[in-house]
């Protein structure tokens, strides 16, 4: 979807365009008329009338079509905002439409608000003006071009990987209690142990079955969602884009074996497969750097009674077919 820094993509091909912006030249809304007057477009809001096209359908308290020849304009502030909004729709390239429609609207109502001193009102019949669509329409364009080398641009400057560094499980942990509520969970390594209010299903069970499995650890750990003080592995997302996936579930077992798992259900996550095979590389790295240690992890999803997580690497659109049961009581060590 089109994001935020569009605004700034619209500027860029103004400013190709020959637009002046404003920390310029101070008198930048008298020159860009002039220069808009140059090349033809409508400035003068009160002399623009917005046509409604044919047979176009208003929402919500405006369902009345417009049929056959008939010619109608926009006269109302709602009319006007109907029209915008489907201009908006009809201009997002292949961007996602409804997420992008608004963000594009906006950032037009700011732009020609600041370079040519058009309140809301007049910028949406600016906007909408049939002798400046060709014009706009080129502007929108060439904006779309400068916003996709903008998110270029921005990859590659995200494309490093991102600071690591070393975690061990915190000595104070700070709970929002609107959020979180204290539970009974003994096996947990910070006591008293904290869960979200509005946990989900599968990590409610997949607690309660470490809990349950005492006998063969040592200690698990809720981890949080962001910050430094809590575990992530850098993977990169589908935009090619470093991101931070942080584990579900981190653990010992009484034979040693450190666990790192992230509770799914099936197709919950379209980046699930990416996240997956980042962790798997990192415990990978972890047995090459301590080759004395054991280390288990991946996704894990529930199937009826059981847990199933893989030990391989998985692609988009994977299935559990060959994953393996987990079993806490593979990992008790000797007796």
Request: aromatic fraction near 12%; include cysteine.
């Amino acid at each position: 979807r089109i994001g935020s820094k569009f605004r700034v993509a619209l500027e860029i091909a103004a400013k190709k365009a020959g637009w002046i912006a404003s920390h310029e030249n101070l008198k930048c809304v008298e020159l860009n008329r002039k220069i808009l007057e140059s090349t033809l477009w409508d400035l003068d809001p009160k002399k623009i009338s917005a046509r409604i096209p044919k047979d176009f359908r208003f929402d919500g308290d405006h369902e009345q079509v417009v049929h056959g020849d008939t010619i109608r304009y926009a006269k109302t502030a709602s009319e006007l905002e109907h029209l915008l909004h489907h201009f908006c729709l009809d201009s997002c390239g292949d961007y996602a439409k409804i997420d992008s429609a608004p963000v594009l609207k906006y950032a037009m109502l700011e732009f020609f608000g600041e370079y040519l001193g058009l309140d809301e009102f007049d910028a949406t019949k600016f906007i909408l003006s049939d002798n400046n669509q060709l014009n706009l329409s080129s502007l929108i364009k060439s904006s779309l071009t400068e916003y996709e080398q903008i998110l270029k641009e921005h990859a590659a400057t995200v494309s490093r990987n991102p600071e690591e560094y070393p975690w061990e499980v915190p000595e104070v942990r700070f709970y929002d209690v609107e959020q979180y509520e204290e539970k009974l969970r003994p096996v947990h390594v910070m006591q008293p142990a904290f869960a979200q209010v509005k946990e989900s299903s599968p990590e409610k069970r997949f607690t309660e079955l470490l809990e349950s499995s005492k006998s063969c650890l040592e200690w698990w750990y809720k981890n949080g969602d962001h910050g430094k003080e809590h575990f992530a592995v850098p993977y990169r997302n589908a935009y090619g884009e470093w991101a931070l996936f942080y584990v579900d579930f981190l653990m010992k077992f009484k034979d040693g074996t450190l666990g790192f798992f992230d509770t799914k259900t099936e197709r919950s996550d379209a980046e699930s497969f990416r996240k997956h095979n980042a962790l798997l590389e990192y415990l990978n790295g972890l047995r090459t750097s301590r080759p004395k240690e054991k280390f288990v992890g991946g996704i894990i999803v529930e199937e009826g009674k059981s847990w199933k997580h893989c030990r391989n690497k998985l692609s988009a659109g994977f299935n559990l077919i060959g994953w393996n049961n987990f079993n806490p009581k593979d990992y008790e060590g000797e007796k």
